[in-house]
T-cell receptor, first 109, second 116 residues
Framework: GIQVEQSPPDLILQEGANSTLRCNFS?????LQWFHQNPWGQLINLFY???GTKQNGRLSATTVATERYSLLYISSSQTTDSGVYFC???????????FGTGTRLTIIP | NAGVTQTPKFQVLKTGQSMTLQCAQD?????MYWYRQDPGMGLRLIYY???????DKGEVPNGYNVSRLNKREFSLRLESAAPSQTSVYFC???????????????FGAGSRLTVL
């Protein structure tokens, strides 16, 4: 099946810093989503982005499908951005989202 | 609009006991999913249902059964719980298609299960 690798596994930043999270995948995809899991365990969809670029406030994401990677950018980090960020993909001919192991982001005040 | 509702939120079982996790969504989604989350392993798909009346195995189906009771409800049953099934379980749903907003996965709040 399709493999999903996220980097870095852990990231600790000062409040106000910018960060880039990366998701590499091993095959072509027709569905890619980014999720944030907050410290209480709740999973929230951030972006549905199988290709191209999207922005939502301080967050933006870019997927370069031909090169099999996606990037999540967080600008001017806030403590509420802390948590684990997951990338999940669906390969062509498949129906199931496969998740990466996540990037744990800690924002220090 | 409650989204995806899971019950119970917490459960402690003894080895060999059975239980059912309930999930309901009010977004008229066709597809529903059960995932488990273990430390350091992300989320792994147990079973999914692409539409009412159909179910399929995911990555880790052993030890579980599911029922798509109707379009709204998708339950996960552990017939004989084992310590290896200690985990946090998430139900999710989406509406697959090409229209705007399709395919986005919505999760429930999770159910923490401990098997002693």
């Amino acid at each position: 099946g399709i493999q999903v690798e996220q980097s870095p596994p852990d990231l600790i930043l000062q409040e106000g810093a910018n960060s880039t999270l990366r998701c590499n995948f091993s095959d072509s995809v027709n569905n890619l989503q980014w999720f944030h899991q907050n410290p209480w365990g709740q999973l929230i969809n951030l972006f549905y982005i199988p290709s191209g670029t999207k922005q939502n406030g301080r967050l933006s994401a870019t997927t370069v499908a031909t090169e099999r990677y996606s990037l999540l950018y967080i600008s001017s980090s806030q403590t509420t951005d802390s948590g684990v960020y997951f990338c999940a993909v669906v390969g062509f001919g498949n129906e199931k989202l496969t998740f990466g192991t996540g990037t744990r982001l800690t924002i220090i005040p | 609009n409650a989204g995806v509702t899971q019950t119970p939120k917490f459960q402690v079982l003894k080895t060999g006991q059975s239980m059912t996790l309930q999930c309901a969504q009010d977004m008229n989604h066709n597809s529903m999913y059960w995932y488990r989350q273990d430390p350091g392993m992300g989320l792994r798909l147990i079973y999914y249902s692409a539409s009412e009346g159909t179910t399929d195995k995911g990555e880790v189906p052993n030890g579980y059964n599911v029922s798509r009771l109707n379009k709204r409800e998708f339950s996960l049953r552990l017939e004989s719980a084992a310590p290896s099934q200690t985990s946090v379980y998430f139900c999710a749903s989406n509406q697959r298609g090409r229209e705007a907003g399709a395919n986005v996965l919505t999760f429930g709040a999770g159910s923490r299960l401990t098997v002693l």
